[in-house]
């Protein structure tokens, strides 16, 4: 009998895409253009990071159906090497994995949107932050329904600019296509800008924290892990592509809201906002 009360492959999987897409992959493509350039250097940097998040989803989809239990790296650490390890983890994962991601988007949130409501960013975050809380802790399905509906928004609004970005013919880009990414690839700040990429990639962990919550964990979980990271891994190869065409090199270098340039470069001045 399938359990109300639980979640299924769908919800799973958008739990690890709305994880993973975040203020990353719309910010830190400017920092890494100021000493990492070639076309080629930046595309080997993101798929550096989307084979990480797929070694490490693979990862957890074994830990998470051997020992099936919630709590992710808490319970794995705990259980392979000692419960102090876990503790330590699940602390760090309490207030830098989470509470601080959280904060630093419901911040975004506020600076973008505030001004338009006449509200102060943090009075929006704050909100924003009890509201989705309370939603969330009145059932799993109605959290289930949120959950899915902001993801597949989250996609579409993704989706909407890959296609004007690839159909629309850009004024400038930022495309360099030479023997220069031999030498990039060397430099400490190649290794720098990746710091960058496996911020943007993380959360694909994400479903490994409820696995009790899930139905027929050991056949959903692995799907969710890496479906949910492997759509997200093709949507910023993606999204990177059209940055890069559609802005010109020194418009966006150095610069950290990508995103936003980018939209008012397709969509004109009104669009981007």
């Given at each position: 009998?399938?359990?109300?009360?639980?979640?299924?492959?769908?919800?799973?999987?958008?739990?690890?895409i709305?994880?993973?897409?975040g203020?990353?992959?719309?910010?830190?493509?400017?920092?890494?253009?100021?000493?990492?350039?070639?076309?080629?250097?930046?595309?080997?940097?993101?798929?550096?990071?989307?084979?990480?998040?797929?070694?490490?989803?693979?990862?957890?989809a074994?830990?998470?159906?051997?020992?099936?239990?919630?709590?992710?790296?808490?319970?794995?650490?705990?259980k392979?090497?000692?419960?102090?390890?876990?503790?330590?983890?699940?602390w760090?994962?309490?207030?830098?994995?989470?509470?601080?991601?959280?904060?630093l988007?419901?911040?975004?949130?506020?600076a973008?949107?505030?001004?338009?409501?006449?509200?102060?960013?943090?009075?929006?975050?704050?909100?924003?932050?009890?509201?989705?809380?309370?939603?969330?802790?009145?059932?799993?399905?109605?959290?289930?329904?949120l959950?899915?509906?902001?993801?597949?928004?989250?996609?579409?609004?993704?989706?909407?600019?890959?296609?004007?970005?690839?159909?629309?013919?850009?004024?400038?880009?930022a495309?360099?296509?030479?023997?220069?990414?031999?030498?990039?690839?060397?430099?400490?700040?190649?290794?720098?800008?990746?710091?960058?990429?496996?911020?943007?990639?993380?959360?694909?962990?994400?479903?490994a924290?409820?696995?009790?919550?899930?139905?027929?964990?050991?056949?959903?979980?692995?799907?969710?892990?890496?479906?949910?990271?492997?759509?997200?891994?093709?949507?910023?190869?993606?999204?990177?592509?059209v940055?890069?065409?559609?802005?010109?090199?020194?418009?966006?270098?150095?610069?950290?809201?990508i995103?936003?340039?980018?939209?008012?470069?397709?969509?004109?001045?009104?669009?981007?906002?």
């Amino acid at each position: 009998m399938t359990n109300s009360n639980s979640i299924g492959l769908p919800t799973a999987t958008a739990i690890v895409i709305a994880n993973m897409i975040g203020a990353g992959i719309f910010t830190s493509l400017g920092f890494q253009l100021v000493d990492t350039v070639n076309t080629w250097s930046i595309n080997i940097l993101w798929c550096l990071g989307a084979i990480m998040a797929l070694c490490g989803a693979l990862s957890y989809a074994e830990l998470g159906t051997y020992w099936a239990r919630s709590g992710g790296e808490y319970h794995f650490l705990s259980k392979a090497f000692h419960p102090l390890l876990g503790y330590v983890s699940g602390w760090v994962s309490l207030t830098n994995g989470f509470s601080a991601p959280i904060a630093l988007s419901s911040m975004a949130l506020g600076a973008y949107v505030a001004p338009y409501l006449g509200l102060t960013d943090s009075v929006l975050a704050v909100f924003t932050i009890l509201a989705i809380s309370f939603f969330h802790s009145i059932s799993i399905k109605r959290s289930s329904i949120l959950q899915n509906s902001t993801t597949l928004l989250k996609i579409l609004l993704i989706l909407v600019i890959i296609y004007f970005g690839l159909t629309r013919i850009p004024v400038s880009s930022a495309y360099l296509f030479d023997n220069s990414w031999k030498q990039e690839i060397l430099m400490p700040a190649f290794a720098v800008s990746f710091v960058y990429v496996t911020f943007s990639y993380s959360g694909w962990n994400a479903a490994a924290y409820i696995v009790d919550e899930i139905r027929d964990v050991r056949k959903n979980l692995p799907k969710a892990l890496l479906m949910g990271t492997a759509v997200v891994s093709l949507l910023y190869l993606l999204l990177i592509f059209v940055f890069l065409r559609q802005n010109p090199l020194e418009a966006i270098s150095g610069q950290l809201e990508i995103g936003q340039l980018t939209a008012i470069s397709l969509f004109g001045d009104k669009g981007g906002e």
